[in-house]
């Protein structure tokens, strides 16, 4: 009869020579990397899932006395310390010299560096053993993309000081990147809220080290002081900000080379649509910063959340391109942006004008309802009669259902 071979049995074989590893680096290199199968295989609440995988791995082996097995345990228990059993762990009769080293590191610098846009920020901490036993100095560097409000991705490695002169040698070269040291609360509060979202996404991003480097990285973060008070997410704009913001920005030097300073009658109904879509584009990502405009921005709200969220009419599409230019200048100005990065910011919406257009043609980006209310307008029906939106809606429910 066949050997039943479990997730665990096969997580045995994987560690089997885990104890000749040359270092506790290693080793929790090796044993972040098989739980990543986990953590990139669940379908959400990842770390979780991980927690519990490790949970029923201990609870699985705890009769295995062969040097690898109780030394992948052993490795497990400290990357994983809240999984039921860990605290119960203990060195095995042939546990490798470096094993009391395991997730004994301290923080030794702490440093964040960025676009100027403020589309990512990559937080860099760097740690060493408290004994040389335990490893080389290493670097943990995690990606925060502010636009889909996550942890892009996260890697661990070394050595340490070079990776830290590679990013500091990068960011003095490129004057739209910044580079600055950093609070370790703040740093543990930002990618550890980024990734609490990133853990319960259906998709991981597809590439880099996010899945085989979290768990550890989680193990590194628990070791930063945590802020004393909780990060509070941005109040959305008041009516009254919103008015004021537009008003300021329609007297500046930006509306006015664009022609959106002296507009009146229906170009000014439609200036004002657009405006407001740009502020509502604004507040659905997760810092609201109406001020907050690059390339990758616009290309967002320009050749997707536009289409599907609003219905323009020819004149709104016409003035739309025109109005996010003026928009994106004025902020870049307002917050103090160097020039390469607004023009960089102006050439790419130049360029978005044609896919743009034949996005609002065509209209293949339209949702459902977005799709149904363009209709609704091109019938000639008046969205404010009940009774002949009533009527629209009736002749139209076979097609609207099928939507």
Not at 365 to 382: F, I, K
């Amino acid at each position: 009869m066949a050997t039943t071979h479990t997730p665990y049995d096969a997580v045995l074989h994987a560690a089997r020579d885990v104890s000749r590893l040359d270092c506790a680096l290693d080793a929790e290199m090796l044993g972040t990397a098989l739980l990543g199968s986990v953590y990139s295989v669940a379908e959400s609440d990842r770390s979780t899932a991980v927690r519990e995988f490790v949970s029923g791995f201990l609870a699985a082996t705890s009769r295995r006395r062969t040097a690898s097995a109780t030394t992948i345990r052993q490795v497990f228990a400290r990357l994983v310390p809240d999984a039921e059993g860990a605290d119960r762990v203990k060195p095995g009769a042939q546990a490798p010299a470096w094993s009391d080293q395991l997730g004994r590191v301290h923080l030794t610098g702490c440093w964040a560096y960025g676009d100027v846009y403020g589309d990512q920020t990559s937080y860099l901490a760097t740690f060493a053993y408290d004994e040389t036993a335990g490893g080389p100095e290493h670097a943990m560097v995690a990606l925060v993309d502010h636009n889909i409000g996550i942890t892009k991705d996260i890697f661990v490695g070394g050595p340490a000081e070079r990776i830290l002169e590679q990013v500091r040698q990068m960011c003095a070269t490129d004057e739209l990147t910044w580079f600055r040291t950093e609070d370790p609360a703040r740093l543990h509060s930002e990618v550890s809220r980024h990734l609490a979202v990133t853990d319960d996404l259906g998709d991981l991003p597809g590439e880099g080290s996010l899945a085989t480097d979290r768990t550890i990285a989680g193990a590194r973060l628990a070791l930063l002081p945590r802020p004393v008070r909780a990060p509070v997410d941005p109040e959305p704009l008041t009516p009254a900000e919103r008015t004021e913001l537009v008003r300021q920005f329609l007297a500046s030097p930006e509306a006015a080379r664009f022609g959106l300073d002296a507009m009146d009658g229906p170009e000014l109904a439609s200036l004002h649509f657009c405006l407001s879509l740009l502020l509502d584009h604004a507040a659905s990502f997760p810092d609201a910063d109406p001020l907050r405009w690059s390339p990758m921005v616009a290309e967002l709200f320009l050749l997707d959340w536009v289409h599907r969220r609003a219905v323009l009419d020819m004149d709104d599409a016409a003035l739309l391109p025109r109005v996010l230019r003026g928009w994106a200048g004025y902020a870049a100005r307002r917050r103090g942006l160097p020039e390469p990065a607004a023009s960089q910011t102006d050439t790419a919406i130049e360029e978005m004008v044609p896919e743009f257009a034949r996005l609002y043609s065509t209209g293949e980006r339209r949702s459902p309802a977005t799709a149904a209310v363009a209709q609704l307008m091109a019938d000639g029906v008046d969205p404010d009669d009940p009774e002949a939106l009533d009527a629209w809606i009736e002749a139209n429910r076979h097609h609207l259902t099928d939507d």
